[in-house]
T-cell receptor
Framework: QKEVEQNSGPLSVPEGAIASLNCTYS??????FFWYRQYSGKSPELIMF????GDKEDGRFTAQLNKASQYVSLLIRDSQPSDSATYLC???????????FGTGTSLTVIP | EAQVTQNPRYLITVTGKKLTVTCSQN?????MSWYRQDPGLGLRQIYY???????DKGDVPEGYKVSRKEKRNFPLILESPSPNQTSLYFC???????????????FGPGTRLTVL
């Protein structure tokens, strides 16, 4: 069983819609959770992190964490064509430096 | 400018020829990592380091070596590269935060390695 699982997509949404990205993880000891965006041919860049149950909002982005269900999601409101990228979910098992990434979900925002 | 640099950015080599990919960060970060990214498999951690002279195996360490003799540098060594090590490699660094906090990683630009 993979540590972190994501639906690979592709996910297509029209411009202005809400994009919903999901991630599940297997290790209940996981401490913190990250969403990275990766444009084709580029390195990942952090867009959100969360470590407490509930919602965390930052601009158009909302991360949701449910530790009981071992589930993390990312909502992108008012999606823009520039949001078209692959979104990677990552889990940090402890406060150290061991990470597991999902395989990523490809998002296309259609103008 | 705060950054993580990797060299070379592109490398084509042959099976068995030892190579080193360098990684350097100028942010005084304690933590550094190496990842490989392959289609359908995502980013997988090869090795990580939590300080000078402290390194640990990640998810896929076989065939790789690392060293951390200085805080800013974390080279990845392939003693005898094989075609299955053809991949996109990323170095990342982050700083240690306190309990209950998080570990934000900053990634280098990537090194595309082809082993023939």
């Amino acid at each position: 069983q993979k540590e972190v699982e994501q639906n690979s997509g592709p996910l297509s949404v029209p411009e202005g819609a809400i994009a919903s990205l999901n991630c599940t993880y297997s290790d209940r000891g996981s401490q913190s959770f990250f969403w990275y965006r990766q444009y084709s041919g580029k390195s990942p860049e952090l867009i959100m992190f969360i470590y407490s149950n509930g919602d965390k909002e930052d601009g158009r982005f909302t991360a949701q964490l449910n530790k009981a269900s071992q589930y993390v999601s990312l909502l992108i409101r008012d999606s823009q064509p520039s949001d078209s990228a692959t979104y990677l979910c990552a889990v940090n098992l402890n406060i150290g430096n061991q990470f597991y990434f999902g395989t990523g979900t490809s998002l296309t925002v259609i103008p | 400018e705060a950054q993580v640099t990797q060299n070379p950015r592109y490398l084509i080599t042959v099976t068995g020829k030892k190579l080193t990919v360098t990684c350097s960060q100028n942010m005084n970060h304690e933590y550094m990592s190496w990842y490989r990214q392959d289609p359908g498999l995502g980013l997988r951690q090869i090795y990580y380091s939590m300080n000078v002279e402290v390194t640990d195996k990640g998810d896929v360490p076989e065939g790789y070596k690392v060293s951390r003799k200085e805080k800013r540098n974390f080279p990845l060594i392939l003693e005898s590269p094989s075609p299955n090590q053809t991949s996109l490699y990323f170095c990342a660094s982050s700083f240690r935060r306190g309990l209950g906090s998080y570990n934000e990683q900053f990634f280098g630009p990537g090194t595309r390695l082809t082993v023939l």
